[in-house]
């Protein structure tokens, strides 16, 4: 219902909404929504990949360690790495004052509120979903296809361009559709650094201008990017799959780099790790620090948080029970997988369209309440609009697929024949699900309720939206906090959010070590990532 309600503003525009959004800035958000597109796409398509085929055919120093810290900066949202990046290079920044203090007041030092500033900051939070499906789709591939390459006469180079790469593009447009989806659906980091694309227009029309109509407008804009590059990762992956052609393939030889090589392989991975992750992380820490030596600490503070835990603990658990009802339901009755493919598409939404609609939703859902209250003689009102369980059906549509697909892949690995042995002993269905999957889908469980627990605690488009007047979280405090240039302030609630997030980064790490000394085939940690994640 939200989708269809926000997809019916291109079927029915109203001209004159559309008229007044082009004179204003319509122009100027399309621009900045394909440049920053582009360009993050771009930028972790190349980082993200570059640093997989370093880890996975070098050895360098640290290369073991640097393989899982590449992960670390999945934990920062990027209104976080926003507002430090910006805090750190601003005119008033540590940076700029002591370059001017050293080279004199006019030197030169590049805008972190442009474009490049912009898809810099998203590019360093965004490369690691490209990293992991890289990494994943390389180790899959063994040592067998790169050394008949090489006994063909081709170089480790050119077998890793003509035969590698190849067959890992699957993989690879996978991981840009993910960090494409969340670039599109950001409205933290670019609101931070003053670079207005097509979601910071939906809020500001919504909020700001109280024009419900204009934002339904942008909102379905916006459903078209979104719709358009689903149907473009479909059409460049072109059904393309890789299947190993059986038994254990011999691990890829790697290539030593020796020296000067060998350490600047090694710098690279720290320099990537310490700006995306080490330096944000450590600024938090301090401003946090002085926040607690001061006695200035939001008075607030456990208020968010507890908003924060129980919007995120609450979603997860429906989240994951309904996505094991969906996988369940789709085992036993199979016809039906498709419609439940289609009820977990949320993810693929961006957050604003997604509050759009589902605020149109709520609205002619209270509206015909209302209706039927006045019918039996009570006065209507808005019993769902703003409302705490609004938020909560938000947040199960944004994330459902994250709790399903865990969930869906879990019981897959349970066999039929435990089904029709319970069955035969007279177990009806959902005795067999209670007493036998669930135990055995412990692990895929966990992972769902972790993943939907972390989206939900950084989730900030559908917050803003759909919030009950003066009910604020961990996510939208850092928001007002910013908007204001009040860094240390956003400190503490921005390092909650960042432990928080270091969770599911852990999870995938173990998971991925535990195939490996268990020699379960890779990937499943790349169905994990792509399909989770």
Known sequence: MPIILVGRAVLNPSWDVWQH????????????????????????????????????????????????????????????????????????????????????????????????????????????????????????????????????????????????????????????????????????AVSVLGYPTLTTGVYRVWIGLQDKQAAMQLASVLLLFAIALLVLERSLRSGARYFQAGGRSRRIEQLHLKGWRGWSAAGFCLAVVAVAFGIPFVQLLLWTASQVSEGALDFRYLEFARNSLFLA????????????????????????????????????????????????????????????????????????????????YAYLVRFMAVAYRPVEAG?????????????????????????????????????????????????LPATLFLRPLGYDTLATRVWQFTNEALWEEAALPALTIVLAGIIPVAILIRESRRAREKGIPTPEVKDLKEEVV
């Open 313 to 392: 603990g609450v979603t997860a658990a429906l989240a994951v029970f309904i996505g094991l009802m969906l996988a369940y339901g789709g085992r036993l009755y199979p016809r039906t997988r498709s419609t439940i493919e289609f009820s977990a598409m949320g993810y693929a939404i961006p957050g604003a369209v997604v509050g759009v609609g589902i605020a149109a939703t709520i609205a002619a859902a209270q509206g015909a309440l209302n209706s039927v209250l006045v019918v039996l003689g009570f006065a209507g009102g808005f019993l769902l609009f703003g409302s705490v369980a609004a938020l909560i």
């Open 21 to 188: 959004l082009w004179q204003t800035r319509l122009g100027e958000m399309l621009v900045h929504t394909v440049v920053l597109t582009v360009g993050v796409g771009v930028g972790t398509l190349v980082l993200g990949t570059s640093l997989a085929w370093l880890v996975i055919f070098h050895r360098f120093p640290g290369r073991r360690v640097f393989e899982w810290m590449l992960i670390l900066p999945m934990a920062v949202p990027s209104y976080v790495m926003a507002f430090i990046t910006l805090s750190i290079l601003t005119f008033t920044g540590p940076i700029q004052t002591a370059l001017r203090g050293y080279f004199g007041p006019d030197i030169w030092f590049p805008d972190i509120r442009s474009a490049p500033g912009v898809i810099t900051v998203m590019t360093l939070v965004l490369y690691p979903y490209v990293y992991l499906l890289a990494r994943a789709a390389f180790l899959d591939q063994g040592a067998a296809l790169i050394d008949a390459a090489r006994a063909l006469g081709h170089s480790r180079r050119s077998a890793f361009l003509r035969v590698v790469l190849p067959l890992a593009r699957p993989s690879l447009v996978a991981g840009s559709a993910l960090v494409l989806m969340e670039t599109i659906a950001d409205i933290g």
């Open 411 to 459: 019981l897959g690995k349970v066999t039929p024949n435990m089904d029709m042995a319970a069955r035969s002993l007279g177990a009806s269905p959902m005795r067999t699900l209670r007493r036998i999957h669930a135990p055995l889908m412990r692990a895929s469980i966990l992972t769902g309720v972790v993943l939907v627990f972390v989206d939900v605690m950084k989730e």
